[in-house]
């Protein structure tokens, strides 16, 4: 079993940034690529960023590059993901997901899911 616990969610002024992290116990953590996601009320859970198991490879929806990185410490197994420059349509539960490979793409397979933080921007 893995168990991914996610922080550093808020409330944060549009053009604000938070640093939202999520820490994976339960397995080798660094075989494994991790990735971001988030849901907003009544929609359907969106990819956000992915990384493979070294950290050399990253990739993000259209909708936040330029804006969000994400990043890794195998050594704390941890995963970050740095918001920047935050919008209104940002505003959602932002989950933290453990792939099944150490390379996967946006579709996964995901394996695992953490329970998610809130991140509400405000115009």
């Known amino acids: 079993q893995v168990q991914l616990v996610e922080s550093g969610g808020g409330l944060v002024q549009a053009g604000g940034s938070l640093r939202l992290s999520c820490a994976a116990s339960?397995?080798?953590?660094?075989?494994?690529?991790m990735g971001w996601f988030r849901q907003a009320p009544g929609k359907e859970r969106d990819f956000v960023a992915g990384?493979?198991?070294?950290?050399?490879?990253?990739y993000y929806a259209d909708s936040v590059k330029g804006r969000f990185t994400i990043s890794r410490d195998n050594a704390k197994n941890t995963v970050y993901l740095q918001v920047n420059s935050l919008k209104p349509e940002d505003t959602a539960v932002y989950s933290c997901?453990?792939?099944?490979?150490?390379?996967?793409?946006?579709?996964?397979?995901?394996?695992?899911w953490g329970q998610g933080t809130q991140v509400t921007v405000s115009s």
């Open positions: 997901a453990a792939g099944s490979r150490p390379v996967v793409g946006p579709q996964g397979p995901w394996a695992y």
């Open positions: 339960g397995r080798t953590f660094s075989r494994y690529a």
């Open positions: 990384i493979d198991w070294s950290g050399a490879s990253k």
